[in-house]
């Protein structure tokens, strides 16, 4: 926020070297923070929603940041309140949580974190610094150019460029890769969402009963996700789904399509011979691409509860793609433009997640029927 108060600071001041950079920035911004009610609703994404004591991360996080920005304009008023006008670090300029709002997606769409003071280990510390027109470099996964600093920040002689990888041709785009986040992040910082993005993916939480359930849905015979073992107790431990302080949040769809602590606790949870498992590393029961390393019925009935897993995620989205996309088709405002897009990209990775396991689902099923005329 120290950079945001900055930008308010400078677009208070009267002749600011900063102007003209100023006045070309946006005066709104298409981030969740200044969405209706409506909009936000319209967002329609916990998936495996409704989980007693179990928010959705993006709702909570656009919760938490308005809730910030109101407490900061009441301890901003409460500061500056008996400062004399020339004392006043905005020019007597009201901050309120609009201003404030406005500053920080300023700064979280266009700041850049820069190399700072280079610590023992040989890292440095990131400073978030704004940087005039190369801001205006649009993002891609495939980017034709790249940020190079030479120096750290606390150099005088230090210099930030943009670097081409390629030949760019003249009118064409200059793109720089964000990084490789999810639409969760592209949202809540930048205000738009990445059409099949491959790092998306979807959070839920770990939940023995649900896990049941998906189970019992998927054909799985007396599935025990409820009441596990000791020695499959011990395992959920270790990937810490299990204890005082662990960590429920697991996720579906991106790089690893299926978060590897979950694939972990499926394939155990749905084992019965321990010491087999236990000749097993955590590393080979977290990968989808160890295949079946407890075996292939072990492996389609862990990989069909994920199936029913995602059946039930998508039950409880009130509506369906093409519902949205017609919906799209009519024509919105565009925050509920950006709303629809950005569940229907949820949904997407769903299906995706799906299709992807039912293929090998399908051909683990017939080495299993070979194996078994063999």
Known sequence: MRLGLKLLQERATIGSFWWPYISNLPETYSVPIFFLGEDIKNLQ?????????????????????????????????????????????FRGQDVDASSLGWAMSAVSSRAFRLHGKKLVDGTHVDVPMMLP????????????????????????????????????????????????????FFLLDYGFVIPSNPYDCIELKYDGALLDAASMAAGVVSPNFSSPAPWQQQILSQLNLDGEAADLKVSLGGSEL??????????????????????????????????????????????????????????????????????LKQGVSGWT?????????????????????TSRVKLLSSKEEISAQG
């Open 45 to 89: 994404y916990a998936p495996l929603l409704y989980q007693q004591n179990f928010q959705d991360l993006l709702l909570l996080l656009v919760n938490k940041r308005c809730r910030f920005l109101l407490d900061f304009e009441n301890e901003v008023k409460r500061v500056m309140g008996n400062l004399k006008p020339d004392d006043h670090p």
């Open 133 to 184: 027109l190369i801001d205006m470099c649009n993002h891609s996964f495939n980017p034709n150019a790249r940020i190079v600093q030479e120096q750290d920040t606390g150099s005088t002689k230090m210099l930030v460029k943009v670097v081409a990888e390629t030949e760019i041709k003249q009118d064409h785009n200059l793109l720089l890769n964000y990084g490789c986040l999810n639409n969760d």
């Open 258 to 327: 299926v978060e590897g602590r979950l694939l972990a606790a499926l394939r155990v949870l749905l084992a019965s011979d321990g010491e087999a498992v236990q000749k097993q590393d955590l590393g080979t029961l977290k990968s989808l691409a160890a295949e079946a390393p407890l075996g292939i019925s072990n492996e389609v009935a862990a990989l069909r509860t994920v199936i029913a897993l995602c059946v039930i995620a998508l039950g409880h989205f009130p509506t369906k793609i093409m519902e949205d996309e017609a919906l």
């Open 337 to 357: 433009e950006l709303a629809i897009q950005f569940r229907i990209q949820k949904k997407s990775v769903i299906i995706d997640v799906m299709r992807s396991l």
